[in-house]
């Protein structure tokens, strides 16, 4: 009887939210989690941006050093299917690949993937795209105008595609909807130093 009586007691102590309690704090929580949703997305964007610079920095780092270690050309192109260069410089958000340039000249107009020994070509390493949810703007420029590949030559500097051109490669690397600084501007000079600022988002 004791016993019985001892539980009494403690489920008498017990306190519970009331219905009205219980509404407010899902009310509280939505309106939150409402707030938080965008700037969480924001910084999602914002790393991502990020990340696809770093990416493109480390392409163009792996294409000069094997046209260095290869005593020949390598080139970062643009690339849709990332089994041939694309012709488009609008192409570059769509994909990327570091290759070996078989070109026969270092201002050739057009990086060459098929060489003797390579009949389906070198393609050192792709780089996808980021997603259909997400637009990525790479514009590549050698020379004033734009451009769909990068090309270096065998002692890693920038082949010179622009005959008498004086400007160096200018890539932005941005991500539509970032914030901040989180886009990257990139640039490649003629002795293939490679350089990166941090560029103010679209």
Excluded: H, Y
Excluded at 117 to 122: A, C, I, L, R, V
Excluded at 132 to 155: E, N
């Amino acid at each position: 009887m004791a016993g019985i009586e001892m539980i009494g007691i403690i489920f008498s102590k017990q306190k519970a939210f009331t219905l009205i309690e219980l509404m407010i704090t899902l009310v509280v929580m939505g309106i939150v989690i409402g707030m938080a949703i965008p700037k969480f997305n924001t910084l999602i964007l914002n790393n991502k941006s990020v990340a696809v610079g770093e990416d493109f920095v480390g392409a163009l780092n792996l294409a000069r050093s094997m046209a260095v270690k290869k005593g020949g050309r390598a080139s970062l192109c643009a690339t849709i299917d990332g089994l041939k260069c694309s012709d488009n410089p609008e192409s570059w958000a769509k994909g990327f690949m570091a290759i070996e340039d078989f070109a026969t000249s270092d201002n050739a107009a057009a990086p060459v993937l098929v060489g003797p020994d390579f009949p389906q070509g070198n393609i050192l390493r792709v780089w996808g795209a980021q997603g259909q949810d997400i637009q990525t703007r790479i514009q590549v420029s050698q020379g004033g105008s734009p451009a769909t590949f990068i090309r270096f030559t065998a002692l890693g500097t920038l082949a010179r595609v622009v005959p008498n051109a004086v400007d160096a490669e200018q890539i932005n690397v941005r991500m539509v909807g970032c914030t901040g600084n989180s886009a990257r501007k990139i640039k490649v000079g003629w002795a293939g130093v490679i350089g990166v600022t941090n560029d103010v988002c679209p």
